[in-house]
């Protein structure tokens, strides 16, 4: 359909893989206070990539760190598309086991490897790439397109909502577009029809005012460490279920026809199970692997600390012990609600002689896709046209807490089409993107715009 666009990315596919490491090469750490620069200079950064393209740009303080608005308004009459992406990074940590170093992308086998190159620096950066492509082609683009590129994603987009809310006109679209997620196969191009919400929270157990010598206080003093061990064994029942009082009230059945659609996946737990390495597979009994994933909430342990666990031998019996721990939530469960019944749940069950607290850190809401009108029929086509093959619809165990509030604020449509792949390392050591389907997801999303305003006119 659109030569022109997919020639001019090959042409040019050098400069854009030498533009993308140059991102990938600033640690945009949100969640530590040293890379506070670095998560301006990012931003920056971005501002300067679309302000070179002739969009109108600005960076836009939060309490947090900074959001990029870059605006592109000249198709008079045609749609307009807010497209939607962060730009920063989890922490990179272990280094050690990175093969090359997290901020220095690297090439091997066909994967640029480097924090951020699929979560979500590759993905939104494929997409101001393709706009570049109408632009120094033709000169122009066939719709309006905002872009809204935030620093706070993995970090629980905090005041994005409130950015959102109070700037509805400027961020009035027709059509939200978000690449932020995976490919169900490689090869398989795929639209996402869901995504999980999320409650995280913190529980401290104090015991004793200090750490004490665990012969001459064990025994007669609580320990922390059994304490919350004995907390955390409460959160399942035998057979998998989420034993927090209320947790499934609110939970909506998936309509059929979705399940359906899920259950024609090909699926296999022997390839999921080498994926992740674990000796065996476990979870809410009565539910596959991908229903497990997809449509059921969790209750998981992130994080635990608690005494000795330095070489060899301390008795110690420890003062505190601290869990974080985070439930994955669908549709309809708030996390508002969840919060409440969780923190209800950790009070009935603390054990007596110790001090129990329990912190709310961040939630968002889960969401389903309708999956109807231009803007997927527009992505049907392109993905078809850029893959040679049709994609399919997939659902997303991971979260991205904006969604559900774009959705219900702007009132738009929102698509979440992806080019990760399973296995890509997303916030682990070796982080890596197919450099197959960073070109091909350029050539679709430069497509889709031609194939989007085409159906709004038809329309
Ligand atoms: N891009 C991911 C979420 C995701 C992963 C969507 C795979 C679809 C497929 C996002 O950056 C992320 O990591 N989200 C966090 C949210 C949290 C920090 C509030 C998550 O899911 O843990
Ligand atoms: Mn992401
Ligand atoms: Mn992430």
Redesign the pocket.
Known sequence: MSEDLADYLRKNDGRIREELFDLLRIPSVSARSEHKADMIRTAEWVRDSLKSLGFETGIHQTKGHPIVIGEWRKAAGAPTVLIYG?YDV?PPEPLELWTSPPFEPTVRDGRIFARGSV??KGQFFLHIKAVEAHLRTRGKLPVNIVFLIEGE?????ENLAEFVSANRELLKADAVVIS???MYAEGQPSI?SS?RG?A?FEINVQGPAGDLHSGMYGGAVVNPATALAKIIATFHDEQGRVAIDGFYDSVREWEPEIREQMRQLPTDDATFLKEVGAPALGGEHGYTTLERLWTRPTCEVNGLLSGYTGEGAKTVLPARAMAKVSCRLVPDQLPRDIERLFKAHVARVAPKGVTVTCEHL?G?RAWKAKLEGPIFDAARAALESAFGKAPVITG?G????VVSDFEEMLGAPVLLV?F?LPGEN??APDEWISEENFRRGMVAMAEMWDYYAAAVAAA
């Open positions: 962060h989890q979560d979500d994603e993995e970090i629980g987009s932020d997620s995976t996402l995504l999320l995280y961040h968002g997303e991971g979260s991205i807490p992806g990760g997303a916030h």
